[in-house]
């Protein structure tokens, strides 16, 4: 089975709609993705198709639990899921962030190759960053322990916004989460073409309660 048909079969199955264009962009990303991987070290797989399921339809399947704004993916690594969302939602505002300047660079590059307006590139570690404005949701994949994750970028959510951490099996992480805070939900997820359990979790900063 081509790229194509592994990229169309997988979104049918994730039952989301994505126009034939944008799965098109898609491959694209995945091109650039393997060609600077040599380069840069982006990520350990090494297979276009791999890439296809692993990467793209891993992203893509959290899209149904995600919600419109203003998103900063924590530790975007090559893009993932920051830039394959991106491309999936260009109504959406994404920043990526990552501290590594090889990997922030070429995520900007194919930014501009892609063509994506909606997006925007930080290098730098995630608690010393203090933009004057804050996010709808923040997310990640496979940046750091849950309690970390949300201790670490709590200055940059809005009041009402959530964080959405994307995990294998997170049971053992769940107690790790801050005062202040709580899970709102753990979603399990299947991921088509990916052998492996996968999960969403989904945190708040807890409302303040008035006597």
Same mark, same amino acid.
């Given at each position: ?19 034939? #264009? ?19 070290? %982006? ?5 276009? #198709?791999?890439?296809? #399921? ?7 399947? *959290? ?20 830039? *394959? ?54 997310? #990640? ?15 940059? %959510? ?5 964080? *959405? ?32 359990a996968r999960s969403l979790v989904i945190a708040k900063i807890l409302e303040e309660r008035t006597a």
């Amino acid at each position: 089975m081509n790229n194509a048909k592994i990229l169309r079969t997988g979104v049918a199955e994730l039952n989301l709609d994505l126009s034939e #264009s944008t799965q098109t962009k898609l491959l694209a990303y995945v091109d650039l993705l393997h060609k600077w991987n040599k380069v840069f070290n %982006l990520t350990a797989i090494r297979g276009k #198709s791999e890439m296809v #399921s692993h990467h793209l339809l891993d992203s893509l399947a *959290v899209l149904p639990h995600l919600w419109e704004g203003r998103w900063l993916d924590v530790g975007s690594g090559g893009g993932m899921p920051g830039l *394959v969302l991106a491309i999936a939602r260009p109504d959406w505002q994404f920043t990526l962030l990552d501290s590594n300047s090889k990997k922030t660079g070429f995520v900007q590059q194919a930014a501009i190759e892609l063509g994506l307006s909606n997006v925007s590139v930080h290098c730098g570690r995630v608690e010393e960053w203090n933009p004057d404005y804050s996010f709808d949701g923040i997310i #990640s994949r496979a940046f750091a322990e849950l309690g970390d994750f949300v201790r670490v970028s709590r200055h940059l %959510l809005a009041s009402k916004g959530r964080w *959405v951490a994307m995990k294998g099996v997170p049971e053992d992480e769940l107690a790790s989460i801050p005062d202040g805070c709580e899970i709102e939900q753990v979603i399990q997820l299947k991921v088509p073409g990916v052998n492996a359990a996968r999960s969403l979790v989904i945190a708040k900063i807890l409302e303040e309660r008035t006597a």
